[in-house]
């Protein structure tokens, strides 16, 4: 049998220093939860514990917009249809059981991929 690890206990400063790493650019809660061999959750719990992550220690960023231009000159194109004119419909049983059924216009690539996909 094997032997059952003892809970550790964290100090307020020790969590406090761990949420710290979480908060530079770059880094990863599941790195620094890795480092000091502790769940990832835990670490995401006591971020949101005003007692280990004050509000001095977030820096707010604010909402900004993306640039948009819109321009009169872009030409419309017209949606390119992706199917053969195949209708009809195509069953595919899967090895559970079920099946897969696809009726109207269908690409028979598409639904070549889709099986061989299922069968992986």
């Known amino acids: 049998m094997t032997e059952r690890r003892k809970r550790r206990t964290w100090s ?5 220093m761990i949420i710290a790493q ?14 000091y061999d502790v769940n990832a959750n835990l670490v995401f719990t006591w ?3 005003p007692r280990f992550c004050g509000a001095n220690d977030i820096v707010p960023v604010a909402p900004t917009f993306l640039p948009v ?8 194109s017209e949606p390119e249809r992706i199917c053969s004119g195949r209708l009809g419909k195509v069953k595919i049983g899967l090895a559970n059981g079920n ?22």
Do not use: C, F, M, W
């Open 22 to 35: 979480t908060l530079v650019p770059g880094v990863s809660v599941s790195q620094v939860a890795r480092r």
């Open 69 to 76: 231009e819109v321009s009169q000159n872009t030409p419309l």
């Open 99 to 120: 099946h897969l059924e696809i009726s109207g216009d269908y690409d028979l690539d598409v639904i070549l991929r889709l099986a061989q996909g299922l069968a992986t």
């Open 12 to 16: 307020d400063d020790e969590k406090r």
């Open 47 to 49: 971020g949101r514990d």
